[in-house]
């Protein structure tokens, strides 16, 4: 066999598992989208084209769930989600600048246990966690995922550091040089430097937080109007067992996930590069 | 190290602001809690009564109680068939990527979009893709020829959701793999080629060592992932009772914990699973001196 021909074989050998990775991939969020647009009796259907097309669905869900409870799901994953890359970066990025820039007593230790915390389980902090809120009396409230969100990370610490590191150390000395305070050098030069990291970091946070199940359900009320999207989606699924319109919760599940798809589609080089990154750096 | 800014005068005051936070996480978020995860393991605790001296009777009857000891077993399993699937297909595709193929962008993009949508989501369509008598999986299976499977029963479960919880992680395991193949100098592949080597041979010999570094941190991130592996499992396999037909060890520590309020039983499988973690990661760094190259 000649090696051109060989070569061709392989080359098409490889398209071919790729293409049918590629479909296996696809078909479930192709499927999600054509239930989404199907009338009722047709939810079963084995046809991948909506026959007949309808948007109804879309308008059932936010009238059929009982008090507009689809909306609020939606406001209450946005205003978390945000509120955890607030805080995340913030407290992340303070603590970064002070672990790259400044010299001070311990802390290299302290560096050193930080990245070491990214070895234990979270499942082991849920439990002392769970106890302290319920005696602050923060249970059913949204402040559990909230507040956790301001007291840093490692991931986003480790990731911001390995960042600033890289920014040339001659701009803080002519900084200095001028009279600058420390804060005014991570708050003028650091940070606004550091915007590719800052985005690749506030992307990871978002999605997190986003497609968090496991706290707001041990956290939040079970109530459709107090907790998030995943959790909402997932009781909501829940009552379907019992006979329903699937085709109402496909169009939940393409609407929650929506959000990021933008996201992915608008910041597919930082996404993609954030975890390359995490792989290559360790 | 040596190098750093050193703080004068009042700004000692804006670095421990600065690393206010962190501390606090430290200790209430990981560290803190990692001693009171310890010590509540010790008692027993309802969160009503106050709690009780129990010394090592939870960990005594974790090996006595059947359902953790299944639930245990399941997580092992798990992790068996999910580790060596998520590492090989994803080193696979990026390998398969890597050959200066038309639409990669393509492809990335498609491999990569459960990594960012939700589980519970696209968990809701597997649901429906499983079904026994309506899902589009059976259907594909009986117009092949063969017969109908009850993917979602006690006895298919397991695989069922090893299934999904693969296709939702080799997206992010090929960007890591390609990550490291681009690094591996072309020069290599043309000197091996040079020798007379196919591709099948070059793979092997220049391919497969290089990429150690890869496949050891692809491994451990799956591992860790496999152990805590919760959202799809929730999704797909959650009955009734709020119980499980494929629990696993996360999923008896939550149960434990917010629904039966036994705070010390769950906390002392908490700490069974961080030293689960622990035990697993040793070997892996004893395999990495051993084993993995580095450049």
Known sequence: ???????????????????????????????????????????FSRN???????????????????????????VNSFKLSILAVIGQVLTCAMAAFAFAIVKFKGRDFLFALLVATLMIPPQVSLIPNFIIF??????????????????????????????FLTIPRDLVDAARMDGASLFDIFWRIYLPLSKPAVAALSIFVFKDAWNDLLHPLVYLPTDMQKTTLTVGLAFFQQQLQMGGKFTVLMAGAF????????????????FIEGVALSGVKR | MDYGLKPLGREKLWLWLMLAPTLIGLIFG?????????????????????????????????????????????????????????????LLLAVLLNRKIYGVGFFRTVYFLPTVTSAVATALVWNMIYGKETGILNFLLESLGFAPVCWLCTD?????????????????????????????????????????????????????????????????ISAINAFQAYDYIYMLTRRGQGDSSVPVAVYSIYRNAFHFFRMGDASAQAIQLALLVAVFMGIMFWWERRYVVYE
């Open chain 1, 1 to 43: 066999m000649s090696k051109s021909l060989y070569k061709t074989l392989l080359d098409v050998l490889a398209y071919a598992v790729l293409l049918f990775g590629a479909l296996t991939m696809l078909v479930p969020f192709l499927w999600m989208i054509s239930v989404s647009f199907r009338v009722p009796a047709e939810q």
């Open chain 1, 48 to 74: 991948i084209i909506p026959n007949p097309f309808t948007l109804q669905n879309y308008f059932d869900l936010f009238e059929d769930l009982p008090n507009q409870a689809f909306l609020y799901l939606t």
């Open chain 1, 134 to 163: 319920k005696y602050l009396g923060w249970i059913g409230t949204q402040l559990p995922l909230i507040v956790p969100a301001f007291w840093g990370g490692a991931f986003g610490t480790f990731l911001l550091r390995q960042y």
């Open chain 1, 255 to 270: 609407l929650s996930i929506l959000p990021l798809l933008v996201i992915f589609f608008i910041a597919q080089k930082q």
């Open chain 2, 30 to 90: 990981t560290v803190g809690s990692l001693l009171a995860t310890l010590a509540l393991s010790l008692f027993n605790w309802d969160l009503i009564n106050s709690p009780q001296w129990a010394g090592a009777e939870n960990y005594i009857q974790l090996f006595q109680n059947k359902d953790y000891i299944e639930a245990f077993v399941n997580t092992l399993k798990f992790s068996a068939l999910y580790v060596p699937s998520v590492v090989v297909i994803s």
């Open chain 2, 156 to 220: 298919n479960a397991m695989l069922s959701v090893v299934i999904v919880n693969v296709w939702g992680a080799v997206g992010e395991g090929m960007i890591i793999f390609l990550a490291g193949l681009t690094a591996i100098p072309r020069d290599y592949y043309e000197a091996a080629s040079l020798d007379g080597a196919n591709e099948f041979q070059q793979f092997f010999k220049v391919t497969l060592p290089l990429v150690t570094p890869s496949i050891f941190f692809q491994t451990l």
